[in-house]
């Protein structure tokens, strides 16, 4: 898996009770792209991630 800082993630509820999560990817820790990434989800809370089978990368787009 890799990434750029400014990509969006969601990490998908595992549970009918946990909803998904929605974050940006605000550094990219590992080298070329890989995890682990620090994330800044919707509600302001920040952490490292090491993604799992239920994250999904929204890539960042440039405006032209």
């Not at 993630?9 to 605000?26: F, L």
């Not at 509600?43 to 239920?54: A, L």
Request: charged residues 35%; hydrophobic residues 30%.
């Amino acid at each position: 898996m890799k990434a750029t800082e400014g990509d969006r993630i969601i990490i998908r509820g595992t549970t009918v009770e946990r909803s998904d999560r929605h974050g940006q990817i605000i550094e990219v820790k590992g080298e070329d792209g890989a995890p682990p990434y620090r994330v800044r989800f919707d509600d302001g809370h920040e952490t490292i991630v090491f993604p799992g089978g239920d994250f999904m990368i929204d890539r960042h787009q440039e405006a032209t």
